[in-house]
């Protein structure tokens, strides 16, 4: 009983830093979200190299809106969420590597009242493979409160690397060293912030590896529960990965990341001297970057065809229930 009440005023306490440690910049500081609709979370750190891609491809597959969390950048990255009419920015000065999950949380509840959670690192592009708002609507329908996304990581451009735009347009992917783990399995070391989930579809999975460990020796979770309903009995975030006490969806969807864009040992560097983040996969990638010979090759890459083509190629899962549901051939 005492250790439930200790917990209890921990986990007050916590809301209280949180809410307290997010202040609005500009924006509106209300949104209404229809149930089929959804407000993009961004938690951004001298992002300014992304960001303004992100938030133009969220707004264009149909978000409503977009609040920008700027954690003390030195950049532009708060100068890039003023420019849009559909951003909220909100500034934090605490540590990431201590409240990364809960401002996200925080920021959301703050904002957004009912709809959906989209919720996007600034180099990342969430593609669903049918509207946003159909896609949210047969979620809905079907009593689902959560929508895996499944991340393919991009490699630099293939000629002009430190070129924000060009290193977009020429980049390639590859699903070479994916690891397929069912849903909740411990290898996939998020089994504690799953555990309270439903997860009707055995056929959805989680994913691992990829172009991460094959260059890097990384352990990266490929998976992300990436849009989430906005209930109060929903956790939002408990994992930079994962929502709590959700119901996930029978269809998963694409979420194109661009972290090896531009310059990233620079950045990793940064990371690293400033201690944003406490996982140390940053470390890791400039440790064998420095190695002698060292070259970001990709195995067999692939140029993006879009969503559909990896639902085809089993990449994406959907059921027969979703197909039919949302005309997927």
């Not at 961004?42 to 992304?50: F, G, Q, T």
């Not at 009912?114 to 809905?140: H, K, R």
Request: net charge negative; aromatic share 8%; hydrophobic share 45%.
């Amino acid at each position: 009983m005492i250790g439930k009440i200790k917990r209890r005023v921990q986990s007050y306490l916590s809301r209280r830093k949180l809410e307290a440690g997010l202040r609005h910049v500009r924006g509106p500081q209300s949104i209404d979200l229809a149930p089929d609709a959804a407000g993009v979370v961004i938690l951004a750190k001298d992002a300014d190299w992304y960001l303004a891609d992100c938030i133009d491809h969220h707004l264009a597959v149909g978000a409503a809106h977009v609040v920008v969390i700027d954690a003390a950048s030195t950049d532009g990255t708060a100068a890039i969420g003023r420019r849009h009419p559909n951003v909220t920015v909100l500034a934090t000065d605490l540590p990431l590597a201590l409240y990364e999950s809960g401002l996200r949380t925080a920021a959301a509840r703050r904002v957004f009242q009912g709809g959906w959670i989209l919720f996007a690192e600034p180099d990342e592009l969430v593609e669903p493979p049918v509207p946003l708002d159909q896609l949210l609507s047969y979620a809905n329908t079907s009593g689902f409160t959560a929508v895996l996304g499944q991340i393919l990581d991009f490699g630099p451009g293939a000629s002009v690397a430190d070129s924000y735009p060009s290193a977009r347009a020429a980049a390639s992917c590859t699903t070479h060293g994916q690891e397929w783990v069912a849903y909740g399995d411990p290898s996939s070391h998020l089994d504690w912030f799953t555990r309270l989930n439903r997860v009707p579809d055995r056929g959805v999975q989680m994913l691992a590896g990829g172009l991460r460990k094959l260059i890097f020796g990384e352990d990266p979770v490929l998976t992300k529960h990436v849009l989430v309903r906005n209930l109060a009995e929903v956790d939002l975030m408990s994992h930079p990965h994962c929502a709590g006490n959700v119901t996930v969806a029978d269809i998963t969807i694409a979420m194109r990341r661009y972290m090896f864009a531009g310059d990233w040992q620079a950045r990793d560097r940064a990371a690293v001297s400033a201690g944003t983040w406490e996982h140390g996969e940053d470390r890791q990638r400039l440790a064998v970057a420095e190695v002698p010979g060292f070259a970001f090759a990709i195995p067999s890459p692939q140029p993006w065809t879009g969503p559909k083509t990896l639902l085809a190629d089993g990449f994406l899962y959907a059921s027969n229930t979703a197909r039919a549901s949302l005309e997927l051939t």
